[in-house]
T-cell receptor, first 118, second 111 residues
Framework: GAVVSQHPSWVICKSGTSVKIECRSL??????MFWYRQFPKQSLMLMAT?????????EQGVEKDKFLINHASLTLSTLTVTSAHPEDSSFYIC??????????????FGPGTRLTVL | GDSVTQMEGPVTLSEEAFLTINCTYT??????LFWYVQYPGEGLQLLLK?????DKGSNKGFEATYRKETTSFHLEKGSVQVSDSAVYFC??????????FGTGTSLTVIP
């Protein structure tokens, strides 16, 4: 099946610094990738939809200048948390659709990145 | 808009007990329905899915039937194991990009 990887799996940073998280589709080309945020013991919240070669579409309430998304190739999307603060600490999960996979609605999820901002 | 309502947890069961986690949905069209499982410290894994009414998704002893008349997609397993301890998310997807997740149900199975 389709595999999505994320790197790093775990990162600790100081307040005020920026952190980049990578999401890769390993065996398929993903024209669309999604970024979610999960708070402890809560469900996933869609942050933005990342489209290859165009600007990301952000959900209401998500600061696009703080969470920069770049989808420069069909297999890679990056999320950069700029000027991170402790309240940005969370579990970030990406997913991707494989339009050639036949299951049009299915998304394949990465293993997640745990960000801790000190 | 579309949404998913999921049984609140946590749920604690003894090994070999019967499991039901309720899930109902609201959708304007004909969505696909999913159950995902999240083990501690990991991302989401697709457990099973159903793409149209009356379809039954099944995997690893888990089953769920897409019931359009009751707008439900309840997850069941006849005999749970300790290794089934995880958080289970019900989700729906319309025919675009959007996925809607339930709040998750934590399951703990004790020996």
């Amino acid at each position: 099946g389709a595999v999505v990887s994320q790197h790093p799996s775990w990162v600790i940073c100081k307040s005020g610094t920026s952190v980049k998280i990578e999401c890769r589709s390993l065996d398929f080309q993903a024209t669309t990738m999604f970024w979610y945020r999960q708070f402890p013991k809560q469900s996933l919240m869609l942050m933005a939809t990342s489209n290859e070669g165009s600007k990301a579409t952000y959900e209401q309430g998500v600061e696009k200048d703080k969470f920069l998304i770049n989808h420069a190739s069909l297999t890679l999307s990056t999320l950069t948390v700029t000027s991170a603060h402790p309240e940005d600490s969370s579990f970030y999960i990406c997913s991707a659709r494989d339009p050639a996979g036949g299951s049009y609605n299915e998304q394949f999820f990465g293993p997640g990145t745990r960000l801790t901002v000190l | 808009g579309d949404s998913v309502t999921q049984m609140e947890g946590p749920v604690t069961l003894s090994e070999e007990a019967f499991l039901t986690i309720n899930c109902t949905y609201t959708a304007t069209g004909y969505p696909s329905l999913f159950w995902y499982v999240q083990y501690p410290g990991e991302g989401l894994q697709l457990l099973l899915k159903a793409t149209k009414a009356d379809d039954k998704g099944s995997n690893k002893g888990f089953e769920a039937t897409y019931r359009k008349e009751t707008t439900s997609f309840h997850l069941e397993k006849g005999s749970v194991q300790v290794s089934d301890s995880a958080v289970y998310f019900c989700a729906l997807s319309d025919h675009g990009n959007q996925f809607y997740f339930g709040t998750g149900t934590s399951l703990t199975v004790i020996p």
